[in-house]
């Protein structure tokens, strides 16, 4: 776990001009940082979407 952020745990991303939310799916460690690659489900796409993100550009979603 970095900052709150663990594999399976919701989060909120940069995508296009807006933010959406997805479910982490792998936290690592590289050479420029933390890197965390998460799986996003997009309004009228047939399949998700997986992308990697710096650490710095996502925020964790609370719980309920």
Partial sequence: ???GIEVGG???VPFG???VEGVVVRVR???LGVRVTVELVI???DEHLVTTYPREA???VSAA
Wanted: aromatic share 0%; no cysteine; hydrophobic share 45%.
């Fill in 1 to 3: 776990m970095v900052d």
């Fill in 58 to 60: 996502i925020t964790a």
């Fill in 43 to 45: 309004e009228g796409a």
């Fill in 17 to 19: 001009l807006g933010e």
């Fill in 29 to 31: 460690e590289t050479g």
């Fill in 10 to 12: 919701r989060v909120i």
